[in-house]
């Protein structure tokens, strides 16, 4: 249908619907329904902030919770997993040991009986380690690093700075022990 000056006529919407391509219609009708699903789920899901959650201080669990059916189809599926912090361990129920890692004469059983006046009762005897380093560290074993940082802030000694450091294993530091102090020279 083409006029006198040869241009052509425009389709109406309704003879562009019936020469639509039937497959270019389901996929878009996929895509919306997809969109919908999406949208639904986010609002589903969403907690309603957008920024990360602070902290709790480190002693915070986390419980995650499973719901379905089971493989069978037939009886309900519950699956619960409780992950986190422990409680901190109280500083009279804390294993711990002083060494001597090269430190001045006695030092590791005047450290061992400074900090039992702080409540650190639980003490295996104070000893001389096998190996020498400067300074004071604290080693707590992994998942203590807060009752290592409370044990660092009780001990005071005169020319040396307490620090915390990573569990290493040690020869002559019982299983047992859950923190143990290692006294240095003056570094």
Sequence with gaps: M???????????????VAGANPQMAKTVALVVVALIIGIVMLNIVDDG?????ASTGGNAA????????????STPRVTTTTTGRHKLIAPAALQVIVLNAGGPNHSAANV???IKTSGYTKQLAAKTATYHQSGITVH???GLE???AAL??????????????AWKVRTGVPATVQCYVAIGAVG
Excluded: F, N
């Design 2 to 16: 083409a006029d006198s000056s040869g241009s052509q006529k425009r389709p109406t919407p309704s003879e562009l």
């Design 49 to 53: 902030g957008s920024a990360p959650k």
């Design 62 to 73: 986390k419980t995650t919770t499973t719901t379905g059916k089971s493989s069978t189809g």
């Design 112 to 114: 061992s009986a400074a």
């Design 140 to 142: 707590c074993k992994p």
């Design 146 to 148: 807060a009752e290592g």
């Design 152 to 165: 660092v802030k009780k001990i005071k000694v005169p020319s040396y700075t307490v620090k915390l450091a």
